[in-house]
């Protein structure tokens, strides 16, 4: 019988090399059951190579981590989770109902259930009148969308979106948020990179990474009261430089 685990993710010490290059540096994460959990950081941070070990595409240098109770790398927690890349995870040559049928299909989703998932998916998406279009022949923006949908076709328990509301317009974006809500209302768990602050103001807590690390965790409200500053922004320059203080005390 698989354990009920609390924690969504957890990984202890988890740590990733390329070459002499540390792209994620002794990671402790957790994420509970049904949390919307952003991970905020500049570029090269490593937010994509930790979310891509998680997903056990890429392998860990050292260190662990459990994925839905799962030790991961595990290829049998893909059809438990959905990941939503940042380049558009499509099919530019198929049209949107194509590559609906087609993740379906990996995913072993019956006919009828995929007709079912794909209806409520279009609608969600807004993208009913482009079903028959080719996806090479949509904006940005809706690409997006018809990533969105293929990610979410199997109903995953655990939600990987890195950076997903890029090129999104405003009142789409709104869309999605509520969306994400609807589903964490369902117990899924989201744990989503975005560069949009507003955005991030929305998820139940925050990690600001920096360097391959952590440099500070919390709700949004308690990070912006910690750091004395009205925007994540400025909040996350005050954890960077205490966390450049700290390295260079080490060195
Ligand atoms: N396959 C690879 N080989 C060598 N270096 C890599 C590889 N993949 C990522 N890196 C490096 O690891 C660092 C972290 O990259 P990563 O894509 O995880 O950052 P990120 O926080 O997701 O950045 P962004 O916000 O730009 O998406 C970068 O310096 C990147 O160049």
Redesign the pocket.
Same mark, same amino acid.
């Given at each position: 019988m698989t354990k009920d685990y609390e924690q969504a993710i957890e990984t202890m010490e988890l740590t990733k090399r390329?070459g002499n290059?540390i @792209?994620v540096n002794n990671l402790d994460l957790k994420v509970k059951k049904g949390e919307i959990y952003g991970l905020l950081?500049p570029?090269? @941070?490593?937010?994509?190579?930790l979310i891509k070990m998680l997903c056990s595409i890429l392998n860990p240098s050292t260190g662990s981590a459990r994925v839905l109770g799962e030790q991961i790398p595990d290829g049998n927690i893909v059809s438990r989770i959905g990941y939503m890349p940042?380049e558009t995870g499509v099919y530019l040559d198929l049209t949107v109902d194509q590559n609906l049928n087609f993740y379906g299909r990996v995913f072993n989703l019956d006919k009828n259930e995929i007709e079912k998932r794909k209806d409520e998916l279009l609608k969600f998406v807004a993208l009913g009148d482009w079903k028959h279009e080719m996806v090479e022949n949509l904006s940005g923006g809706m690409k997006h969308r018809v990533s969105l949908a293929c990610t979410l076709i199997h109903q995953p328990e655990l939600l990987f979106l890195d950076e997903p509301t890029v090129g999104v317009d405003p009142e789409l974006r709104v869309s999605f948020w509520d969306y994400f809500y609807q589903l964490r209302q369902k117990g899924v768990t989201i744990l989503i990179?975005t560069h949009y602050m507003d955005e991030a103001r929305n998820c139940d807590r925050i990690g600001f990474m920096q360097h391959g690390h952590l440099i500070a965790e919390d709700a949004p409200l308690k990070l912006l009261e910690e750091s004395g500053k009205d925007s994540l922004e400025d909040a996350f320059l005050v954890f960077s430089r205490h966390d450049e203080n700290r390295m260079r005390g080490l060195k």
């Open positions: 390329f290059f @792209a950081g570029n090269g @941070a490593g937010k994509t190579t940042q990179t």
